[in-house]
């Protein structure tokens, strides 16, 4: 199985910045797609922002131009960086990692969820 490890979150202000990572480990054959999703209290899980494995890159509307998705292959890791955060991004982040384990079944594996709280 995949696991995903999650780190970065915290509190900021507005205007600040923080760097989320997600770390994925375990029988991985490949990864096809790599992404981060949130959710605001009383509010439905949202995706935020993701990369593909030919480096295909979306965004929600409401974090273009602020927020960067990239990632690094070689450690299997994704990264989100966040600036000019704004209390609307306040929720809990989630990776979410997707692809073909070594044992050639599909596998699609989220994180535990960080904690992103942006202050006025």
């Known amino acids: 199985q995949v696991q995903l490890v999650e780190s970065g979150g915290g509190l900021v202000q507005f205007g600040g910045s923080l760097r989320l990572s997600c770390a994925a480990s375990?029988?991985?054959?490949?990864?096809?797609?790599m992404g981060w999703y949130r959710q605001a209290p009383g509010k439905e899980r949202e995706l935020v922002a993701g990369?593909?494995?030919?480096?295909?890159?979306n965004y929600a509307d409401s974090v273009k131009g602020r927020f960067t998705v990239s990632r690094d292959n070689a450690k299997n890791t994704v990264y989100l960086q966040m600036n000019s955060l704004k209390s609307d991004d306040t929720a809990v982040y989630y990776c979410?990692?997707?692809?073909?384990?070594?044992?050639?079944?599909?596998?699609?594996?989220w994180g535990q969820g960080t904690q992103v709280t942006v202050s006025s």
């Open positions: 979410n990692v997707y692809g073909v384990l070594t044992t050639l079944r599909g596998y699609n594996s």
């Open positions: 375990g029988s991985i054959r490949s990864i096809t797609y």
């Open positions: 990369i593909s494995i030919s480096g295909t890159i």
